[in-house]
C-alpha cells in the first residue's frame, strides 16, 4: 500500500528529527563552546556518578512506567503541554545548575520523570493506548533513541533503527516478563538486560548535559536553558519514534522501515527532502 502523502511528509520530518545530532548541538551553539570533543575527558569518577544516577533512575522510570504513566486512548497534544514541561524541566536544571554535578542523583530522577511525562504525552497524541503495557514501556525506550552523533550528521540514518533492532528482543522480553510477573524488588534478568541497553545510550546523553553545566560560568540561569532544551529534545524524538510506530500500525513495520531507508534529502536544514 502507498504512503499517504500527508504520512509520506510525516516520516520525511520524523527521519529529519532523527538524523539531527540533536540535543549536543544545541547545547555548544548556545554555549558557544566545542562541548563535543570533552564528552571522553569527563573524569571517571563523573562517569561513574552518571552510571549510578542513570541506573537507579531507569529502574524509577520504569516503576513509574508500568504504574502511572497517564494512561488513554489517542489525544490531541496540547501546546501547553509541550511548553510546561519545557519550564518544569528548567526549574529542575537551574537546581542542578546552581549546585553543580552534587545535585546530580536528586535532580536526574525529575528531570527524567518530566521527560517521561512529556513522552506519554505525545505517545497518546500519536495513538498509543497508554493502558496497556508495550506503550507504556515504549516510553522509557524512547530514551535510548535520541538521534546521531555530533560527528555524523546522517549517522542516525541507521542508528535509529539499528537501536530499535538492537534492543527489539530484550525489550519483548522485558515486556513479557513484566506482564506476566509484575516489578519485583530484584529485578528479573529480562527487564535488567533491556535496563543495561536502555542505559548505556541514556546515559551518554546525561554525559552531554553534565558537561554542558561543566562549562565555565554556567549557573542556575543556564543550566535552566541546557535541562529545558534536554526535554525539547526528547519531546521531538518522540514525535517522531511514536509517528513511525504509528505509520508502522497502518502500513507495516517493513514497508516502513523501507521507506524510512529510501528517503533522501540535498541538505539537512536546506532543500527539502525527497523520496
Given at each position: 500500500?502507498?504512503?499517504?502523502?500527508?504520512?509520506?511528509?510525516?516520516?520525511?520530518?520524523?527521519?529529519?528529527?532523527?538524523?539531527?545530532?540533536?540535543?549536543?548541538?544545541?547545547?555548544?551553539?548556545?554555549?558557544?563552546?566545542?562541548?563535543?570533543?570533552?564528552?571522553?575527558?569527563?573524569?571517571?569518577?563523573?562517569?561513574?556518578?552518571?552510571?549510578?544516577?542513570?541506573?537507579?533512575?531507569?529502574?524509577?522510570?520504569?516503576?513509574?512506567?508500568?504504574?502511572?504513566?497517564?494512561?488513554?486512548?489517542?489525544?490531541?497534544?496540547?501546546?501547553?503541554?509541550?511548553?510546561?514541561?519545557?519550564?518544569?524541566?528548567?526549574?529542575?536544571?537551574a537546581a542542578g545548575g546552581f549546585f553543580g554535578l552534587a545535585a546530580l542523583p536528586a535532580e536526574l530522577p525529575i528531570s527524567t520523570l518530566i521527560i517521561l511525562r512529556a513522552i506519554a504525552d505525545v505517545a497518546r497524541?500519536?495513538?498509543?493506548?497508554?493502558?496497556?503495557?508495550?506503550?507504556?514501556?515504549?516510553c522509557l525506550e524512547v530514551l535510548a533513541l535520541s538521534g546521531g552523533q555530533p560527528d555524523s550528521p546522517r549517522s542516525a540514518e541507521t542508528g535509529y533503527y539499528a537501536a530499535r533492532i538492537g534492543m527489539a528482543q530484550?525489550?519483548?522480553?522485558?515486556?513479557?516478563?513484566?506482564?506476566?510477573?509484575?516489578?519485583?524488588?530484584?529485578?528479573?534478568?529480562?527487564?535488567?538486560?533491556?535496563?543495561?541497553?536502555?542505559?548505556?545510550?541514556?546515559?551518554?546523553?546525561?554525559?552531554?548535559?553534565?558537561?554542558?553545566?561543566?562549562?565555565?560560568?554556567?549557573?542556575?540561569?543556564?543550566?535552566?536553558?541546557?535541562?529545558?532544551?534536554?526535554?525539547?529534545?526528547?519531546?521531538?524524538?518522540?514525535?517522531?519514534?511514536?509517528?513511525?510506530?504509528?505509520?508502522?500500525?497502518?502500513?507495516?513495520?517493513?514497508?516502513?522501515?523501507?521507506?524510512?531507508?529510501?528517503?533522501?534529502?540535498?541538505?539537512?536544514?536546506?532543500?527539502?527532502?525527497?523520496?
Amino acid at each position: 500500500m502507498e504512503l499517504s502523502l500527508a504520512d509520506r511528509e510525516a516520516l520525511l520530518q520524523a527521519k529529519l528529527v532523527l538524523e539531527h545530532p540533536g540535543f549536543l548541538a544545541r547545547a555548544a551553539e548556545l554555549l558557544g563552546h566545542p562541548i563535543e570533543r570533552g564528552i571522553g575527558n569527563l573524569p571517571p569518577t563523573v562517569q561513574q556518578a552518571i552510571a549510578k544516577a542513570t541506573e537507579t533512575t531507569l529502574k524509577l522510570g520504569l516503576t513509574v512506567a508500568v504504574a502511572s504513566l497517564d494512561r488513554g486512548h489517542a489525544a490531541p497534544m496540547r501546546r501547553s503541554a509541550l511548553v510546561w514541561h519545557r519550564v518544569a524541566g528548567g526549574v529542575a536544571g537551574a537546581a542542578g545548575g546552581f549546585f553543580g554535578l552534587a545535585a546530580l542523583p536528586a535532580e536526574l530522577p525529575i528531570s527524567t520523570l518530566i521527560i517521561l511525562r512529556a513522552i506519554a504525552d505525545v505517545a497518546r497524541s500519536e495513538g498509543e493506548n497508554l493502558s496497556e503495557l508495550e506503550p507504556r514501556m515504549a516510553c522509557l525506550e524512547v530514551l535510548a533513541l535520541s538521534g546521531g552523533q555530533p560527528d555524523s550528521p546522517r549517522s542516525a540514518e541507521t542508528g535509529y533503527y539499528a537501536a530499535r533492532i538492537g534492543m527489539a528482543q530484550s525489550f519483548k522480553k522485558a515486556v513479557e516478563h513484566v506482564g506476566r510477573r509484575g516489578l519485583t524488588k530484584q529485578v528479573a534478568p529480562p527487564v535488567a538486560e533491556w535496563l543495561t541497553r536502555v542505559g548505556a545510550r541514556y546515559s551518554a546523553r546525561i554525559s552531554h548535559k553534565v558537561l554542558a553545566k561543566a562549562v565555565p560560568f554556567v549557573g542556575a540561569a543556564s543550566g535552566a536553558a541546557i535541562n529545558s532544551m534536554f526535554v525539547q529534545h526528547f519531546q521531538d524524538v518522540a514525535r517522531a519514534h511514536f509517528t513511525i510506530r504509528r505509520l508502522e500500525r497502518a502500513y507495516g513495520a517493513e514497508p516502513i522501515q523501507h521507506a524510512y531507508t529510501e528517503l533522501q534529502w540535498r541538505k539537512l536544514g536546506g532543500d527539502t527532502p525527497s523520496a
